[in-house]
C-alpha cells in the first residue's frame, strides 16, 4: 500500500481536461511545498512534470498545472491528447524516516 | 545536460547480492548542489525509494530496506552504485537511477536513467 493515494485510473477523451488527485498526510503533501509529478510511458523512464506543487520543468507544456489544498494535491492536464495517455505518479518530501513517499500511480486513458 | 545510465546483471540468484553502477555524464557528481538516488519499480507496480548519496558519501535509506542496502559513490569514475543483500524473488524489478534535487529534503527526481530490470531467479 502506497504512502500517498491516487486514484487506480482516470480518463477522458481529447481536448478535455481531467485532474488526478493525489492524498497525503499532513507529514508529506499537507506539511510541505515539495509535491511533484511524473509521467511514465510504458516501458520508460518516468519523466517529471510538475516540481514543489505547481512549477512546471522547461520544455513541459503549460497544458499540465499543478495545485494544493490541504493534504491533496492535484495534477490538472488540459486539452488532452493522445500523448498525454500515460501513467502518473506523485511523490512529496516527508517528516517521517522514509524521506520521500510516492502515490500508487495514476493511469490516463485518453478515449 | 545531465544524463544516466544504468549497467550491471539483469539475472541474480536468490540470496546472492544486486549490484548496479549508475554512470552520470554531462555533469560532475562531485559538483555538489544534488544527491543521487535509487528507485525501482516493480512489475506492474509503482515506485519505490531505495535511497540516496551525496558526493561526500553521506547516504540516506529507505528504512524498509535498509539492513541489505550500501549506495556508494566513485568521483573519480562520475558514478555511484546500489548493493542489495540476499535479494529474493520480491526483489525483481527494474532499478532506476536519478538525480535528486534537494529542498529540506528530497524535493524531486530529474533526470532519471532509463531503467534496468533486475530478475532473480535461480
Known amino acids: 500500500q502506497s504512502a500517498l493515494t491516487q486514484p487506480a485510473s482516470v480518463s477522458g477523451s481529447p481536448g478535455q481536461s481531467i485532474t488526478i488527485s493525489c492524498t497525503g498526510t499532513?507529514?508529506?503533501?499537507?506539511?510541505?511545498?515539495?509535491v511533484s509529478w511524473y509521467q511514465q510511458h510504458p516501458g520508460k523512464a518516468p519523466k517529471l512534470m510538475i516540481y514543489?506543487?505547481?512549477n512546471r520543468p522547461s520544455g513541459v507544456s503549460n497544458r499540465f498545472s499543478g495545485s494544493k489544498s490541504g493534504n491533496t494535491a492535484s495534477l490538472t492536464i488540459s486539452g488532452l491528447q493522445a500523448e498525454d495517455e500515460a501513467d502518473y505518479y506523485c511523490?512529496?518530501?516527508?517528516?517521517?524516516?522514509?524521506?520521500?513517499?510516492f502515490g500508487g500511480g495514476t493511469k490516463l486513458t485518453v478515449l | 545536460q545531465v544524463q544516466l545510465q544504468e549497467s550491471g546483471p539483469g539475472l541474480v540468484k536468490p540470496s546472492q547480492t544486486l549490484s548496479l553502477t549508475c554512470t552520470v555524464s554531462?555533469?560532475?557528481?562531485?559538483?555538489?548542489?544534488?544527491?543521487w538516488s535509487w528507485i525501482r519499480q516493480h512489475p506492474g507496480k509503482g515506485l519505490e525509494w531505495i535511497g540516496y548519496?551525496?558526493?561526500?558519501?553521506?547516504?540516506y535509506y529507505n528504512p524498509s530496506l535498509k539492513s541489505r542496502v550500501t549506495i556508494s559513490v566513485d568521483t573519480s569514475k562520475n558514478q555511484f552504485s546500489l548493493k542489495l543483500s540476499s535479494v529474493t524473488a520480491a526483489d525483481t524489478a527494474v532499478y532506476y537511477c536519478?538525480?535528486?534535487?534537494?529542498?529540506?529534503?528530497?524535493?524531486?527526481?530529474?533526470?532519471w536513467g532509463q531503467g534496468t530490470l533486475v530478475t532473480v531467479s535461480s
Open positions: 554531462g555533469g560532475s557528481i562531485s559538483s555538489g548542489g544534488y544527491y
Open positions: 514543489e506543487v505547481s
Open positions: 536519478a538525480t535528486v534535487v534537494m529542498g529540506i529534503g528530497v524535493a524531486w527526481f530529474d533526470p
Open positions: 511523490s512529496s518530501y516527508t517528516s517521517s524516516s522514509t524521506y520521500v513517499v
Open positions: 548519496i551525496y558526493y561526500s558519501g553521506s547516504t
Open positions: 499532513s507529514s508529506d503533501v499537507g506539511g510541505y511545498n515539495y
